[in-house]
């Protein structure tokens, strides 16, 4: 995914109108008026949320339909989380062999605060 995709895609899933538009766009495609009935939010506000959505490429306009319904697309999300995966793998590892170079150390190396030895 190229840097910019994945901005705009991380910088779209940020607000949680947004991250909420998508959840209901995940049980089906819904019209802008539709998307926008649980919000205390205009219309026009919605549209300017779901503009951003599109131009993440998080959401688009179902095909043949001028002023249809929107519908969730998945290729955004599947890229940001094949980034942020490979940089789990990476912490895992990291946390791993930290866990292991603990776990060799002899207890009575530790000191307790206060202690006289």
Known sequence: MPEDQLSRTLAALADPTRRSILEQLSLRPASVAELARPYDMSQPAISKHIKVLEAAGLVSQVPGSRLGPRRLELRPFEAAAEWMEAYARIWAARLNAFS??????????????????
């Open 100 to 117: 292991g170079r603990s776990a060799t150390r002899a207890p009575s190396s530790v000191r307790r605060p206060g202690s006289t030895r």
